[in-house]
């Protein structure tokens, strides 16, 4: 139960830094996001791993790094902590924030943006918490925390910068439930990082292997 208590914790307090630093409009919200999540991962590696994305557990679990047993769990407890912290943003601004791709780019171009910052930040994680080579490393929560700024800076203005399917659907649904939001995004936020996972579960048993 700990264990999920964490994701549940950690992927709520992730979600809520989004939507208040994107709620403000500043040009350095990616930093606050980074930080956040960072703080977070150092929080609870110890205890969960620290996912906090199901498309991260997807990747440990392919890369067998986390028991089959664990999935489902650290799914529920993920979206239910993002829906949680959309909603608590929702009731805190007064208005649902919910990422949403550039009018200039295709659908498959955000998708593609999603999809490799996605790759970027399970293949950070499976090498930086999960391999051996790295075992007791005190670097793990920063390597972490800047992929994610790295990927919201460079990333965000294009796709929107879930990088994550708990921060797609849950701000998604809050706002569909509690302003009538559109849900036509949402298969964005979970295609791409599924696609970014399991992409980076193969790279990552290459580099095993070659280790």
């Given at each position: 139960m700990k264990k999920y208590l964490t994701e549940f914790i950690g992927t709520f307090f992730l979600v809520f830094i989004i939507c208040?630093?994107?709620?403000?409009?500043?040009?350095?919200a990616w930093l606050a996001i980074?930080?956040?999540l960072m703080v977070?991962?150092?929080?609870?590696?110890?205890?969960?791993?620290?996912?906090?994305?199901?498309?991260?557990?997807?990747?440990?679990?392919?890369?067998?790094?986390?028991?089959?047993?664990?999935?489902?769990?650290?799914?529920?407890?993920q979206f239910a902590g993002a829906v949680a912290a959309g909603a608590a943003a929702n009731w805190i601004l007064g208005r649902?924030?919910?990422?949403?791709?550039s009018p200039e780019v295709t659908a498959v171009q955000a998708l593609t943006v999603e999809?490799?910052?996605?790759?970027?930040?399970?293949l950070?994680?499976?090498?930086v918490a999960t391999a051996k080579k790295a075992a007791g490393n005190s670097y793990f929560g920063l390597a972490i925390g800047f992929t994610v700024a790295a990927a919201a800076f460079a990333g965000g203005p294009i796709s929107g910068g879930a990088f994550n399917p708990a921060v797609g659907v849950g701000t998604i649904l809050v706002s569909a439930v509690a302003a009538k939001g559109s849900l036509a995004n949402l298969w964005l936020y979970?295609?791409?990082?599924?696609?970014?996972?399991?992409?980076?579960?193969?790279?990552?048993?290459?580099q095993e292997a070659d280790a």
């Amino acid at each position: 139960m700990k264990k999920y208590l964490t994701e549940f914790i950690g992927t709520f307090f992730l979600v809520f830094i989004i939507c208040l630093a994107v709620a403000r409009g500043t040009d350095i919200a990616w930093l606050a996001i980074g930080a956040g999540l960072m703080v977070m991962v150092y929080m609870g590696g110890p205890v969960s791993g620290a996912h906090y994305n199901p498309a991260v557990s997807i990747a440990l679990w392919l890369s067998r790094k986390m028991p089959a047993s664990d999935l489902l769990p650290y799914f529920g407890a993920q979206f239910a902590g993002a829906v949680a912290a959309g909603a608590a943003a929702n009731w805190i601004l007064g208005r649902a924030i919910t990422p949403s791709p550039s009018p200039e780019v295709t659908a498959v171009q955000a998708l593609t943006v999603e999809s490799l910052f996605t790759f970027a930040l399970c293949l950070v994680v499976l090498n930086v918490a999960t391999a051996k080579k790295a075992a007791g490393n005190s670097y793990f929560g920063l390597a972490i925390g800047f992929t994610v700024a790295a990927a919201a800076f460079a990333g965000g203005p294009i796709s929107g910068g879930a990088f994550n399917p708990a921060v797609g659907v849950g701000t998604i649904l809050v706002s569909a439930v509690a302003a009538k939001g559109s849900l036509a995004n949402l298969w964005l936020y979970i295609v791409g990082p599924c696609i970014g996972a399991i992409a980076a579960s193969w790279a990552f048993r290459v580099q095993e292997a070659d280790a």
